[in-house]
């Protein structure tokens, strides 16, 4: 079955540095993957999406994730933090049935 | 309209009511989603609609939920004998399929309060 894990339920970081929010996946074929972001009392917004065409993928605002195999992780990042960046952001992992699995989330902080 | 459509936003309901909450998808998105997300909490599954497939029922919590799906297109999500523990932001989504990487769009969700 497939399911993800997100590693860290708070990050915190100060404006201007990396991020970095871990995800792992599990699952017996090549996945789709994906990371929402959900901002306070916004709907939840596509950052970016793996779609098996480059293990590189760049999303909106500056965020990426890189695919690696190896290490079953799919995790996002971005050189420098902005205060807008500051919600909460989910990897999602879509199964052979076309069902999304969120994984837990994860809350960016960003201080001044 | 453009995006998944929601209604109500906000709903406020006494303990042992029943609530409908609808959804309006994309035009021409076959793929329709039901998610629920408790305060603090991440994306629990709760129903999934493809075109005339039968739908994946698994997610929902019990047989107080339901939800159907009219002509391919609005969906209604029912609750029976509503709890204090129903209270949560109900949200929909609606995708393209036959695309594994298609991605989801989202309505902005129905708030739900029981009292």
């Known amino acids: 079955a497939q399911s993800v894990t997100q590693l860290d339920s708070h990050v915190s970081v100060s404006e201007g540095t990396p991020v970095l929010l871990r995800c792992n996946y599990s699952s017996s074929y090549s996945p789709s993957l994906f990371w929402y972001v959900q901002h306070p009392n916004k709907g939840l917004q596509l950052l970016l999406k793996?779609?098996?065409?480059?293990?590189l993928v760049k999303g909106i605002n500056g965020f990426e994730a890189e695919f690696k195999k190896s290490e079953t992780s799919f995790h996002l990042t971005k050189p420098s933090a902005h205060m807008s960046d500051a919600a909460e952001y989910f990897c999602?992992?879509?199964?052979?049935?076309?069902?999304?699995?969120f994984g837990t989330g994860t809350r960016l902080q960003v201080f001044p | 309209g453009a995006g998944v459509s929601q209604s109500p936003s906000n709903k406020v309901t006494e303990k042992g009511k029943d609530v409908e909450l609808r959804c309006d998808p994309i035009?021409?998105?076959?793929?329709l989603y039901w998610y629920r997300q408790s305060l603090g909490q991440g994306l629990e599954f709760l129903i999934y609609f493809q075109g005339n497939s039968a739908p994946d029922k698994s997610g929902l919590p019990s047989d107080r939920f339901s939800a159907e799906r009219t002509g391919g297109s609005v969906s209604t999500l029912t609750i029976q004998r509503t709890q204090q523990e129903d209270s949560a932001v109900y949200l929909c989504?609606?995708?393209?399929?036959?695309?594994?990487?298609?991605?989801?769009?989202f309505g902005n969700g129905t708030r739900l309060t029981v009292t």
């Open positions: 989504a609606s995708s393209q399929a036959g695309t594994s990487a298609s991605p989801l769009h």
């Open positions: 793996y779609t098996s065409a480059a293990t």
């Open positions: 035009s021409g998105h076959t793929a």
């Open positions: 999602v992992v879509r199964n052979n049935t076309d069902k999304l699995i």
